[in-house]
């Protein structure tokens, strides 16, 4: 599910787990709900041992359900609904022992980045050494390849949204809304292009503003911003509902 909606909140705390070590209490960490959905895999690169490329994110909420996959590179993370205390489990093939979480990750919190740099006994290090995520070349330059292509396929889509059009957005796991169209273009501080719709119901997340930049100008919960993939344009009326078919 790509980018449902920016929600209004700057940071987020989650507890990340990962599937080689599920019996380890799991670690807090803070991330910007601003980034993107590869750069916050490559942050989860040092605290988990994962590769950007291969790993799986999963959300689930306080309560322990399962809410989604983060799935899309492309999307904001605070375009999924991730909300504090919730917790973020890391599938994937890791590179560390287990007992990486009574290590690095207890002293990356003590120590200055300055002061991590040095060291050559970290995951930075372990990951540098290795030729692992981000510090492997030939990795990232297909990660890059790939990223690429999707970003021409999302201009495709997005060619075909107008401003002013009636549209359907359709998320995964999320009910579906009906919209116009009021913003076709990219987002400041975020990769790729995105749909800003006003909503005919207040079942958005803002008022056409994002990180306190405007793109257009609605009421407030009836805004939202969505990926290309997600919209749907088309013939879509506002739905009326008769009241006298309600008790």
């Given at each position: ?67 989604c996959d983060i799935d899309n590179d492309t999307a904001l993370l605070g375009s ?168």
């Open positions: 599910m790509e980018g449902v909606h920016v929600l209004t909140q700057d940071f987020i705390n989650v507890h990340i787990t990962k599937s080689d070590n599920e019996g380890v209490p799991p670690i807090e960490r803070r991330f910007n709900k601003g980034i993107t959905v590869l750069d916050f895999k490559t942050k989860l690169e040092l605290v988990t041992g994962g590769t950007a490329s291969t790993m799986k994110l999963k959300v689930y909420d306080n309560k322990n359900n399962f809410l999924y609904p991730i909300d504090d205390g919730m917790r973020i489990h890391v599938i994937d093939k890791f590179a560390l022992v287990q007992d990486f979480y009574d290590t690095d990750s207890a002293e990356r919190f003590k120590l200055s980045e300055e002061e991590y740099e040095k060291k050559s006994d970290t995951l930075r290090s372990f990951l540098q050494k290795n030729k692992l995520g981000k510090y492997n070349a030939e990795e990232m330059a297909k990660m890059k390849e790939q990223q690429e292509k999707e970003l021409e396929e999302e201009a495709k889509l997005a060619e075909s949204v107008l401003v002013g059009a009636r549209c359907e957005v359709r998320v995964p796991s999320q009910p579906t809304r009906r919209a116009t169209v009021r913003y076709n273009g990219p987002l400041e501080g975020t990769k790729g292009l995105w749909i800003g719709v006003q909503y005919d119901e207040p079942r958005g997340k803002n008022d056409g503003s994002v990180n306190g930049k405007r793109y257009f100008t609605c009421p407030p919960k009836y805004g939202g911003f969505v990926k290309p993939v997600y919209v749907t344009v088309g013939d879509f009326p506002e739905e009326s509902f008769d009241l006298e078919d309600e008790i």
